[in-house]
T-cell receptor
Framework: DGGITQSPKYLFRKEGQNVTLSCEQN?????MYWYRQDPGQGLRLIYY???????QKGDIAEGYSVSREKKESFPLTVTSAQKNPTAFYLC?????????????FGQGTRLTVV | AQSVTQLDSQVPVFEEAPVELRCNYS??????LFWYVQYPNQGLQLLLK??????LVKGINGFEAEFNKSQTSFHLRKPSVHISDTAEYFC??????????????FGQGTTLQVKP
C-alpha cells in the first residue's frame, strides 16, 4: 500500500538534545512538508521541499532543520535551539506541477520534552 | 497573506442531528479549498476538496461543502451525524499562484462532539 510513514509515534527528548523525526513516502510525490500542531492553533508549516536537494523555510522554521537527499525521505531535526518543542508533528506529501494539490498525511509523531 | 478562520472551536451536537462547520478564508484570488478530519493521535484524512466547477462538493462519510466566492466561505455540512463523526475538522486553502508550492494554510480546527 502506498502511503506516508512517520516514526517513531512517540518520542521523548531531554532538554538540550537534538532529535530527528523520520518521514518516508512511497507515493512518488515530489513535494513533502512538515507541520507542527499545537492545541487550538491548527497546523503551522515548518519546512517544505518541492524537489530533491532543495527545501524552503515555512512559517516557523527557527530551531528546526531538514534534509532531502532522496525523493522518498524528508527527515526533520528538532534542535536544542527550539525553545518549546513539545508538540505533535505531521509530515505530508503532494504531487507537484498538478492541479491536484491534495496533501497526504502521515500518522504523526508526538514529541515530549522531559 | 492567506488566512483561514474556522468560526467555532467546538461544536456539540446530538446524534442524527444536522451539523455545519464554518470556514472563511481571506484571499480573493483563486484558491483550492479542502476539509480534513483528524481522529485522536492520528494524521489528517481528506474529506473533500474544491478545485473548480460545481460549488457544491460531496465528500466521504456523507459530508458536503459549498464554495461561496462572494462570501469567501467553504462551510462543511452533514445532514445527520453519527457518534463516529466525533473528531477534529480542519479547513485548509492552497494558493493557485504560479509558484504552485502546494503549501496549505490551515484554520485553527473545529472539534465536533457528537452526543448520544
Amino acid at each position: 500500500d502506498g502511503g506516508i510513514t512517520q516514526s517513531p509515534k512517540y518520542l521523548f527528548r531531554k532538554e538540550g538534545q537534538n532529535v530527528t523525526l523520520s518521514c518516508e513516502q512511497n507515493l512518488n510525490h515530489d513535494a513533502m512538508y512538515w507541520y507542527r500542531q499545537d492545541p487550538g492553533q491548527g497546523l503551522r508549516l515548518i519546512y517544505y521541499s518541492q524537489i530533491v536537494n532543495d527545501f524552503q523555510k515555512g512559517d516557523i522554521a527557527e530551531g528546526y532543520s531538514v534534509s532531502r537527499e532522496k525523493k522518498e525521505s524528508f527527515p526533520l531535526t528538532v534542535t536544542s535551539a527550539q525553545k518549546n518543542p513539545t508538540a505533535f508533528y505531521l509530515c505530508a506529501s503532494s504531487l507537484q506541477g498538478s492541479m491536484n494539490t491534495e496533501a497526504f498525511f502521515g500518522q504523526g509523531t508526538r514529541l515530549t520534552v522531559v | 497573506a492567506q488566512s483561514v478562520t474556522q468560526l467555532d472551536s467546538q461544536v456539540p451536537v446530538f446524534e442524527e442531528a444536522p451539523v455545519e462547520l464554518r470556514c472563511n478564508y481571506s484571499s480573493s484570488v483563486s484558491v483550492y479549498l479542502f476539509w480534513y478530519v483528524q481522529y485522536p493521535n492520528q494524521g489528517l484524512q481528506l474529506l473533500l476538496k474544491y478545485l473548480s466547477g460545481s460549488t457544491l462538493v460531496k465528500g466521504i462519510n456523507g459530508f458536503e461543502a459549498e464554495f461561496n466566492k462572494s462570501q469567501t466561505s467553504f462551510h462543511l455540512r452533514k445532514p445527520s451525524v453519527h457518534i463516529s463523526d466525533t473528531a477534529e475538522y480542519f479547513c485548509a486553502v492552497s494558493d493557485r499562484g504560479s509558484s504552485n508550492t502546494g503549501k496549505l494554510i490551515f484554520g485553527q480546527g473545529t472539534t465536533l462532539q457528537v452526543k448520544p
